[in-house]
């Protein structure tokens, strides 16, 4: 995607501590020193953890959103590349390509996690209170997070086809069993499961896909650098053929990089393999 819009959020609320998330973000941007270039700078927040709605950081994440928003809907760029600290990055540019694409888009969502929790309250959800841990719920357009002015449409179950997620909590696994949301294993990425959920998607008629690259999707003793590691993930020549079979079958409108976490020479290390991974859209 030589003409890619290039996002860099370097918020990290999402997360709801910095590790070295920033660190690896500002490597990866510098490695791919992109020529069309918009800087999110993360939006100032108090110094302790304030939760309101059962999220941390819940009026800076939502203000970031709109910040961003904002700045998509008056450029209306037609390709995007995502750099972010943590998935939360993602809600502002997905939002922004379902308003323009609608039910024509697919969303790939390659992560260890579903991210597919609702707000603390009363009933369950998120202990945590972490945004990144809920953003996909969010862009279901679920009443919890208040967040429907953004989404023109939200994003619907079988719109979605979660890659290599392995680590699920009972809420999540109650809402893919219940929407039929499409899951696919570690073990059968590029496997004929992978490439049926592919087909099908197309065949439906879905002509576009947004790619979403959280790097714990990986195993860690492949890329260990990442916030919220968990064993059983891919290689990374799994990744790369999973991204190069999802790019035969649909027009790529976006991919993001997020969930790096790491310093110094591991940050270089880190980015040059993301950098690798980026190139293949």
Not at 186 to 206: C, K, N, Y
Request: charged share 20%; proline share 5%; hydrophobic share 40%.
């Amino acid at each position: 995607m030589q003409d890619a819009e290039t996002l860099v959020n370097e918020s990290w609320l999402g997360a709801a501590s910095p590790k070295s998330h920033l660190s690896a973000l500002v490597a990866i941007a510098s490695k791919l020193n992109p020529s069309h270039r918009l800087l999110f700078t993360s939006i100032p927040h108090e110094t302790s953890v304030n939760r309101r709605n059962g999220i941390d950081y819940y009026d800076e994440i939502t203000a970031q959103i709109a910040k961003v928003g904002a700045v998509l809907n008056e450029r209306q760029p037609v390709h995007l590349r995502n750099l972010g600290c943590d998935c939360g990055a993602d809600f502002a540019p997905i939002a922004y390509l379902l308003s323009r694409y609608r039910e024509n888009m697919v969303l790939v969502w390659f992560d260890a996690h579903a991210d597919l929790n609702t707000p603390s309250s009363h009933t369950g959800g998120s202990p945590s209170g972490h945004f990144h841990g809920m953003v996909l719920r969010a862009l279901t357009g679920h009443y919890a997070f208040e967040l429907s002015r953004q989404l023109s449409p939200p994003i619907l179950p079988s719109q979605i086809i979660l890659a290599g997620v392995r680590e699920l909590d009972p809420e999540e696994r109650d809402y893919i069993a219940e929407e039929a949301v499409t899951l696919v294993s570690p073990e059968d990425l590029g496997q004929r499961s992978w490439l049926a959920a592919l087909d099908t998607t197309a065949v439906r008629g879905i002509a576009n896909a947004y790619i979403h690259i959280d790097f714990d999707v990986l195993d860690p003793e492949d890329f260990p650098w990442v916030g919220s590691p968990a064993q059983g993930g891919i290689s990374v020549e799994t990744l790369h053929q999973a991204i190069a079979q999802v790019c035969d079958r649909f027009h790529v409108l976006g991919v993001s990089a997020v969930e790096v976490n790491a310093e110094g020479e591991d940050a270089i290390r880190a980015a040059n393999i993301v950098l690798d991974v980026l190139q293949l859209v």
